[in-house]
């Protein structure tokens, strides 16, 4: 069975950090690439960052440009976003995802924060709250 499931959220304080991990399973990761989304409470589900399986080349919205970074460990089968300088907008449920199909990201849209087509393969999520 095809599926990613996250972990490592929680609660953390402005200006701290948090490590989410992406394990993939019945699959394997370094054919694919595999992208980051977010959802705020009331907000629509909107793109994070995606990495690409053929050069490890990231992409990130605008608004955690600088801040969050995207790897991956092809090894451990799993898919890392490291996020600093976290900031109350920060907070919402992190989904990891791939489309099981291509390579590359849709970097463009990713970017743009926005939800690719195709995103075929969802976990379940894990919360981040960002408070003091």
């Known amino acids: 069975q095809v599926q990613v499931v996250e972990s490592g959220g929680g609660l953390v304080q402005p200006g701290g950090s948090l490590r989410l991990s992406c394990a993939a399973s019945?699959?394997?990761?370094?054919?694919?690439?595999m992208s980051w989304f977010r959802q705020a409470p009331g907000k629509e589900r909107e793109g994070v960052s995606c990495?690409?399986?053929?050069?490890?080349?990231?992409y990130y919205a605008d608004s955690v440009k600088g801040r969050f970074t995207i790897s991956r460990d092809n090894a451990k089968n799993t898919v890392y976003l490291q996020m600093n300088s976290l900031k109350p907008e920060d907070t919402a449920v992190y989904y990891c995802?791939?489309?099981?199909?291509?390579?590359?990201?849709?970097?463009?849209?990713?970017?743009?924060?926005?939800?690719?087509?195709?995103?075929?393969?969802w976990g379940k999520g894990t919360l981040v709250t960002v408070s003091s």
């Open positions: 995802a791939t489309d099981y199909k291509w390579t590359y990201c849709d970097g463009r849209t990713i970017v743009a924060g926005r939800v690719p087509d195709g995103m075929d393969v």
């Open positions: 990495i690409r399986a053929s050069d490890g080349r990231t």
């Open positions: 019945g699959f394997t990761l370094d054919y694919y690439a």
